[in-house]
T-cell receptor, first 113, second 117 residues
């Protein structure tokens, strides 16, 4: 059974398009995250939700909008895609907000042409 | 803000030998957690080991162990009896344990480990 899953795994699209990445976890965790890994492999937090409530919103362009319909799902919608959005996007989850380990999904490689 | 530094972009080890990956961090907090994650070519981020700052005992997980030096803000990962499957990028990460803080991980820039025959 997959613990944290993301769809799609690969996404190739044109500049200016709007796209969504979905994330689901079946671990019963309360907290979910989106991280971005750039071409130099650097990982940085984008958003975090706890029980469907936004608790972390780093300095991310407002073209990026997370949505958490329930605590098992955290989707990422990106409007007006730009070349610089090309990266690997990781979803993660943890049982709570403090002190617990985070478990990552397999990542979604986004390529904007 | 906390920072995590991995000063070794690449390391190489022979199969069955031992290798140590370095990590230092900067924080003004006294309570926090430290992690090592492994990212093989499959891209999956795999939790290798975790250390609570309030624990003096170094964490171990099978062939993986850490050397946690709180005063020096150092958190190195030792891999014993290296195997070909250990080849990957290794990321050190920090997480605050302060109540009420957001729970994000702050990552280092990673160390690429090669394992040779």
């Amino acid at each position: 059974d997959t613990a944290v899953s993301q769809t799609p795994k690969y996404l190739v699209t044109q500049m200016g398009n709007d796209k969504s990445i979905k994330c689901e976890q079946n671990l019963g965790h309360d907290t979910m995250y989106w991280y971005k890994q750039d071409s130099k492999k650097f990982l940085k937090i984008m958003f975090s939700y706890n029980n469907k409530e936004l608790i972390i919103n780093e300095t991310v362009p407002n073209r990026f909008s997370p949505k958490s319909p329930d605590k098992a799902h955290l989707n990422l919608h990106i409007n007006s895609l730009e070349l610089g959005d090309s990266a690997v996007y990781f979803c993660a989850s943890s049982p709570g907000t403090s002190g617990t380990s985070q478990y990552f999904g397999p990542g979604t490689r986004l390529l904007v042409l | 803000a906390q920072t995590v530094t991995q000063s070794q972009p690449e390391m190489s080890v022979q199969e069955a030998e031992t290798v140590t990956l370095s990590c230092t961090y900067d924080t003004s907090e006294s309570d926090y957690y430290l992690f090592w994650y492994k990212q093989p070519p499959s891209r999956q981020m795999i939790l290798v080991i975790r250390q609570e700052a309030y624990k003096q005992q170094n964490a171990t997980e099978n062939r993986f162990s850490v050397n946690f030096q709180k005063a020096a803000k150092s958190f190195s990962l030792k891999i014993s009896d290296s195997q070909l499957g250990d080849a990957a990028m290794y990321f050190c990460a920090y997480r605050s344990a302060r109540a009420g803080t957001a729970s994000k991980l702050t990552f280092g820039t990673g160390t690429r480990l090669q394992v040779t025959l």
